[in-house]
């Protein structure tokens, strides 16, 4: 349908009087008449021409005559490119063909990620994915946690000097099924214990549970560990003291009625093997009354006067370490007790009362708060269970949360089910995206003023998640989808919605542009060109931003950003393919149907006025007054405020610290579960602790290449152990340098030294540490009458001597180390390893294929550094070690050298490392993209070095908020740091590029009005739908919906008032012009032409 009708223009010169708007000293908009002259309009160059949206600001005489702009930009056809206009011609003449085609593109892509796919996303380890890939440190903790399981689970390593793999079938990291628990790499180090290895190897059907058989105050075993699956705690009440006796009855009387509610079977709770009945709670009130053989309704205030100055007179004791847990010999236990130089009283060591009441009841501050009780635990005995149990449990606790006990109230709880949990409020927080997308698609229809465009157009929004959905799973193949993920919901529909505001206002102005009898091919073509420029620019831009994220070392990092990339692109090419022949299907047959409900007008400054000569309302608003009586009346103001909040926040985010914490945060901080986590464990001993006293171990292995060879986009691909090439470590010079390995590190200050922290430990030597050759030297030079099969009574480096003499042989002993004859040494190396098998269960350090001979070296140094310590700690005890064990390497000889590796349990530490590297490489990475292509989009550079001064000022000030209200450099600090370029840069984009094509070039002020009439609208909806998407998420519970929208809104603000309030105006004062010849002849629309 064809409606244009060219204005004729006589081919000669006319007289054109040209008048042009400036700036009048009270800040408002004047015509003011310029000169005349002779202008030829067939002859002038077509650039010269077409005007862009600020047509009242200019106006051309003929004959005294006003012209109007309309019939100036009518005179010559707007310039857009061929393909782009044949395209717009194929879209006008079958949009319902192109609209099917779309629809068919969108289904089927958003079905294939499950038909090709049937492995669903699952969020029940939510954790999964967030640590370092690729790393030294990742490659060193892989590769050991391989060997730990694959390897010696299937027998292709073995700590049985014969090969067999019989006796490590029977090892806890072998057991892999859903029933049944398996170590964690904790759990194996302290499983070096022989008596904690037989309690592990004796429950290897473990589940959950331990089959113990008496109550926990009378087992040191379950006293001593934190692993128990419930757990809840009681906080004062206004500065007040638990310690009281109303308080004490009140809390007994809740646990002993959650046991009753939640003691369904009979082996749940621990039993009491002399009583038959179940163990109670350890609670404070129950070991006040334990302690005076009462119950706990039968307490009185001097029973807890007395407890209480009891707890007092053992605190230093406690504190000092001489008040420590006894097993079976409580004599021993009191005898070595009064021999220490910090005494302790006799009436302290009663069945491990006082001591688990100061390790795991009470709080930290007990002593210098003189008494005074802040938190208080319980800790109810389950042995077993099973996870709707807890899930129960779970929605008791915290229905009760906050409920008052006496001067007490219930305030966090850990159960066994705290990703089960995230897991089910990850569905219901996104229940919030339903009234985020109700909002939205409101704006949409009051923008749009048609109910039909928003409807389908907001459908094309969420289509386009399961268009990326199946791209990332079903083309891309990506084994992981992380719940991460899930923040694009909210991404796309502010971006969705954006695009569809600036398409559909540019749509808009081409009835002023082009008058009523304007094609929709002329239209459509000079849309695509014009609007779908820009949105090609945001779109690059942020897709940039979030692919960005995929050189992250952080796997869910890495699947976030190109999720969220593909859905941006996505986004974009239904912008040219399904919007336009909506549009156009709207036009065509729906708009003027009267049976139609959808296209009703909901917004009379939205709508399109029916004189072509005016403009809409909020358009007029943006340049009569937005524009000339804020922006540039008060441009120099608005440049020196934004510069110092800019500088200000850019100092401000310069210190972003590291993360504090290893604990993974799933909730906001004031979720129960979170405030167990992150506040009152550190406040019990029992909790506090990390990887026990003694700090982490340093395991150094030779004969392996430490290299994290899994798929770092699966966070289950480990990848296999690749051993070394001829690892033979039998020549006397290797011999010599491998026996005093162990001694070079026990002269570092990070050694710990395990015979001085476990004096009672016999074999600290042997089991504590772990320097197989060191051994091997005592063994074989042990003389053969020496040797007997009793080693006697022992203790620390004697144990050593004494091991060597065991058992009674005529073979490998009185020989002189280093070992000339490699038969030999193998030999000697599988008779200690059968004498340390046998005496402990375990190897001294030799690990042997399934051929019986060597395959790898275990060596293990005890340190006092905790994987919990600071940063700074860290970094410089991890370059020690590094260099420490560079020198020693450099005395050894063999290609396999090269591959030793050390693993030590720095896995936070690693993540800190690679969070504080892969944010702002990340961020770099967005800044360069987002340069480049503005550059190559603008071609101007003036322009580009202002946009990306604005968005740097954007970043710093996100950054800034984010450091003012306490974040850390956590996981989504690091994506936010890099998304936030993404996201900033779009108003920034939006607006360059509209005053790239301003019709006035030589007018600065102009020329910021005139984009701020045609872009201001499309900006402002855009900011405000992002924003309400983000207002919702801070509703949620979970924290990464909660952060993530608080972001949003925070990079909306500041995107939109920077864009405003610092890229206008400095755009009105520097932004590149174009200088006319002898008059101040206007300049038309011409892309590059800007200097």
Known sequence: ???????????????????????HGSGDFVVQPTKTEEVDLDEMPEQKLRFGGARNSVQMMKDDVPVTALEISKSKHHQVPKFIQSYANFVVAKPRFCLFLSVVFM???????????DDLPDFAKADKGFDAR????????????????????DGSLTYNPNGDAVLWSQWPECIDNDDDRRLTEDEYEESENLEFLKRQLQNAEMQKKVNDTQCSYSDPYLLKNSWYPLQYAFEATDGEDLFDTATLKSICAFSKQMYLDFHSGPNHYQYSWITGEACVARDLGFYTAFYYQKECEELVDADVSNFRDLLLECAPAYEA??????????QACKDTGAAESTPVPRECWRENIVWDTLNAVVDTDFRKNEGKVKYTTVLPPYTNWYDDLFTEIHLELYTRVGESFGSAQLTGYRTGDKF???????????????????LVFCILWLHTSSGFIATFGFLQILLNLGVGYGIYMGVMFLPFFPFLNLVGIFVVVGIGADDIFVFMDCWKQTVKEFGEDGTYEERLGFVLYRACGSMLITSLTTASAFCANAFSLITSLKCFGVYCAIVVVVDFFLMLSYVPALVIIYEKYIKESPCCCLCCKCCTFCEIPKDPNEIRPMEKWFRDFFGP??????????IGITICIAGFMGFK???????????????????????????????????????????????????????????????????????????DFSSEANQIQLETWCDRFRGESYYNDPCVENPTWNYCRVEGEVCPMELLKHYVETSCEQTSNDPGDCFGDSCVIALAKIPERTTCCGLTYPLTDPAVMNQCIKELSTVTVNQFGKSPGFWFGSDGNVKALHYKVPTNIRGQAPYEELDTFYTSMNENMRVQKLLLEGPWVADVFARTRLDFFDLQRSLGIGAYQSAGMSFAFAFCVLIFMTRNILLTLLSLVTIISIVCCVVGVLVLDGWELNIMESVIISVAVGMAVDFVAHYSHTYLHSPVKDDRDVAVINTLKTMGASVLTGAITTFVAGAFMIFAQTLFFYQFGFFMMTTMGFAWAYSNFMLLPLMAVMGPVKKGGKTKVVQLEGEGDLE
């Open 1 to 23: 349908m064809s409606r244009s009708s060219p204005l004729h223009m006589p081919n000669k010169p006319q007289n054109l009087e040209m008048t042009e708007v400036a700036p």
């Open 107 to 117: 289904l089927a892509f958003s079905a294939i990620g499950f038909i090709v796919r």
């Open 134 to 153: 690729g790393t030294d440190i990742s490659g060193a903790m892989r590769t050991f946690k391989t060997m730990l399981e694959d390897d010696i689970c």
């Open 321 to 330: 370490g001489t008040l420590k847990m006894c097993d079976s010999n409580v």
């Open 420 to 438: 089960d949990v995230f897991t089910k409020q990850l569905l219901f927080d996104n229940a919030f995206s339903g009234g985020a997308f109700f």
């Open 629 to 638: 009586k804020v922006v540039i009346k008060f441009k120099y103001v608005w």
């Open 653 to 727: 985010s310069t210190q972003l610290q590291r993360p504090t914490s290893s604990e993974f945060q799933l909730f906001k901080p004031d979720h129960p579960m979170e405030h167990w986590d992150l506040t009152i464990k550190n406040y019990i001993n029992l909790f506090a602790e990390d990887e026990g006293n003694s700090g982490m171990n340093i395991d150094f292995i030779f004969g392996v290449k430490g290299t994290d060879n899994g798929n770092t986009w699966d966070p289950d691909d480990y990848g296999k152990t690749v051993y070394s090439d001829s690892f």
